[in-house]
């Protein structure tokens, strides 16, 4: 599972639907909430942790244009390689974020230790837990 630390710096609210902007490490991530429980309760200010899996983080070069408003370039710190899937971690501000991706998207992306690339996660899949 991947975590960071963040501040909720805005909620826009639309019936039960939250979109929650957050900043972790002087970057804005984005995430969609349902508030239908105390434990969705959030305000601007408040601190909290992203929480989300790694099977949720894709890769991309970092020319690459994509739709998902969390989108950020890292520098490849670590490949494990597996017989069908690779496990890459990226350097985040000094947190490792953790992406599966098959072996042949490894292969076709070219990624090596050292390379820049832009990662993503829909905002939809990052979870938020009160610190």
């Given at each position: 599972?991947?975590?960071?630390?963040?501040?909720?710096?805005?909620?826009?609210?639309?019936?039960?639907?939250?979109?929650?902007?957050?900043?972790?490490?002087?970057?804005?991530?984005?995430?969609?909430?349902?508030?239908?429980?105390?434990?969705?309760?959030?305000?601007?200010?408040?601190?909290?942790?992203?929480?989300?899996?790694?099977?949720?983080?894709?890769?991309?070069?970092?020319?690459s244009?994509?739709?998902?408003?969390?989108?950020?370039?890292?520098?490849?710190?670590?490949?494990?390689?597996?017989?069908?899937?690779?496990?890459?971690?990226l350097?985040?501000?000094?947190?490792?974020?953790?992406?599966?991706?098959?072996?042949?998207?490894?292969?076709?992306?070219?990624?090596?230790?050292?390379?820049?690339?832009?990662?993503?996660?829909?905002?939809?899949?990052?979870?938020?837990?009160?610190?």
């Open positions: 599972m991947n975590i960071l630390k963040a501040t909720i710096v805005s909620i826009k609210q639309v019936d039960e639907l939250m979109l929650i902007f957050l900043d972790a490490e002087g970057i804005i991530f984005n995430s969609l909430v349902l508030k239908n429980s105390p434990e969705n309760e959030f305000e601007v200010g408040m601190c909290v942790h992203l929480i989300f899996k790694e099977t949720e983080v894709a890769l991309a070069t970092k020319e244009i994509v739709s998902e408003r969390n989108g950020f370039i890292s520098k490849i710190t670590h490949i494990q390689n597996g017989k069908l899937l690779a496990n890459i971690t350097d985040f501000f000094d947190n490792g974020i953790n992406a599966v991706i098959t072996k042949g998207a490894l292969h076709g992306l070219k990624c090596k230790v050292g390379d820049e690339f832009r990662w993503f996660v829909k905002a939809n899949e990052v979870t938020l837990q009160r610190i």
